[in-house]
């Protein structure tokens, strides 16, 4: 067991929402054609949380607080924090700074409607903000939310800041609003960080590459960021629309998911953003993101 608590973290969508469903072709107005299941998922993840002593935070759609309520009830009921996710899963570069606010402040009245509790974390969906689209930094910070967790510190061809900080930091977008940003896991190889902390990452790599991670983390005394997918531990979705590159990321080890998440709930403590929150604001590390720092 770890001498630090990392970070667990879901976002909490319908399977039909991935953004390789909509690169396939899928609309939003096809979505009542597929049925929801994110239910009993989370109702899984939810029993092994509590049988590992684990907190998380839930990262939930705006869309799933008005489908879906009993959901994001049950998370709320089970002392989890709720944070939001957005409201209808749209990347970032597809909304305008005017159409995002109204985004984020829709979808974070609704989940403090149903959690009953204030609702101060964001994770853009795709993790879609980059420096072209920093400017939402600025944004996050005038609604008040204290901390995002959308900033990936890799290279990848939809999303990305390689050269941004790897652990908690003080983000500022180009207009000198600040937050705190949270990255996902990674590890370093010959010079590049290599993604390990979740989603299909965590699905398609040995789990010694994550464990390894988290150990390094341990040693430096840094939390660690993990993220999941409900639909992630739901091996019997339906095919979806999609590229084959994007049907292999979004199914690949499907029935290995809670395999591996159960061995690192045995291995790991992990808590929730909020209870850290206080921890990671004192970090001295800071970094300006914006279109002209692009490297």
Known sequence: MSNIAHMMSFDVEEYFHAEAAARGGLRREDWDRYPMRLGPSVDR????????????????????????PEVVKRIAAAGHEIASHGMRHQMLTRLSPKQFRQDILESRKLLEDLGQRPVVGYRAPTFSIMHGTAWALDTLAECGFV???????????????????????????????????????????????????????????????????????????????????????????????????????????????????????????????????????????????????KS
């Open 147 to 293: 901390y995002d967790s959308s900033i990936f510190p890799v290279r990848h061809d939809r999303y990305g800041v390689p050269e941004a900080p790897r652990w908690a930091h003080m983000a500022q977008g180009p207009g000198g609003g600040r937050l705190l940003e949270i990255p996902p896991l990674t590890r370093q190889f010959l010079g590049a960080n290599i993604p390990v902390g979740g989603g299909g990452y965590l699905r398609l790599l040995p789990g010694r590459f994550l464990a390894g991670a988290l150990k390094k983390a341990d040693r430096l005394g840094r939390p660690g960021m993990i993220y999941l997918h409900p639909w992630e531990l739901d091996p019997g979705q339906p095919v979806l629309p999609m590229s084959a590159l994007s049907r292999f990321r979004h199914r690949v080890n499907l029935s290995r998911t809670e395999a591996k998440l159960i061995r690192l709930l045995r291995a790991f403590r992990f808590g929730d953003v909020r209870s850290l929150q206080d921890e990671l604001l004192r970090t001295g590390e800071s970094f300006v993101y914006g279109p002209e720092h």
């Open 45 to 68: 993840i939810l029993e092994l949380l509590a049988e590992h002593g684990a907190s998380a935070t839930f990262f939930v759609l705006g869309w799933v607080a008005q489908n879906e």
